[in-house]
């Protein structure tokens, strides 16, 4: 009797034991998911043109623009910064942009926010941003850019956007300095452009609206953003530490 009692005791141990390991096994086999930080640069479906490749202002190269690294005319840092420059010369750039079949009439929300540093500002300045139009215009409504004096400025086309020549209304926002950081915040909807440029511990604000003149061409703005110059001395270099695109 005593050794049927030791007998079922021993297996009674085992079967806890055996019970305990497949246990622990089971806790073994939990896989915590890895936490994804967001990338600070995302430029989502936006692409990249450049006239670096071809030297040729008006024979530009485009890209996906996540998809690109390590060229002479942008490249991606260790510390996730993106480098963008162009060549030097009048109207060589390098910018993103939003792809055609992505232009909405200026009622539809969309939101393009960037913070970075400006090195090399040409002699006649640099544009930085744009709401531009594929509506069979000669220029952009809305340029974004550091003049020769050094202010960001915004100019808006406000005549005649599809002839040789326009008028313009040029509204001046801080004073830069470069390789100091700054950032711009372009909204649209309603109808309407709001911008917030800051830089220096200065925030300039400005909401406009196209006039008349763009009436025939009002589905068709798409956003822009990087380094175009309009002069003919330097290479521009624009670093961006954080960007994005939201609808």
């Known amino acids: 009797m005593l050794k049927s009692c030791f007998k079922y005791l021993f297996l009674f141990t085992i079967i806890l034991s055996c019970s305990s390991n497949a246990v622990d096994e089971e806790v073994d086999d939990v896989i915590e ?52 420059t162009c060549l030097a ?64 400025k915004i100019k808006a086309t406000e005549t005649t956007p599809d002839e040789s020549k326009s008028t313009y209304s ?14 711009i915040n372009v909204t649209i909807q309603n109808g309407s452009a709001s911008f917030e440029i800051s830089t220096n511990d200065i925030t300039y ?15 068709s703005y798409y956003l822009k953003a990087g380094v175009y110059t309009e002069g003919d001395d330097v290479e521009p270099v624009l670093e961006m530490s954080t960007f994005s695109v939201t609808y």
């Open 89 to 152: 010369g009048d109207s060589h750039r390098t910018e993103l942009k939003e792809n055609s079949g992505a232009e909405k009439p200026l009622s539809i929300y969309k939101k393009m926010a960037y913070t970075a540093t400006l090195n090399n500002i040409p002699e006649n300045g640099v544009t930085i941003a744009q709401i531009h139009n594929r509506g069979g215009v000669n220029r952009p409504w809305i340029r974004v850019y550091v003049d020769d004096d050094k202010f960001i």
């Open 33 to 84: 998911e890895p936490t994804i930080t967001p990338k600070a640069v995302d430029f989502g479906v936006l692409v990249v043109e450049t006239s670096w490749i071809s030297k040729n202002t008006g024979d530009r190269d485009t890209f996906l623009a996540n998809s690109v690294d390590n060229e002479n005319w942008m490249d991606i840092y260790d510390n996730g910064n993106v480098m963008m």
């Open 205 to 219: 604000t400005k909401s406009l609206t196209p006039s008349a003149d763009w009436n025939n061409y009002q589905n």
């Open 170 to 183: 040029t509204h001046t926002g801080p004073l830069y300095i470069a390789g100091n950081e700054l950032s």
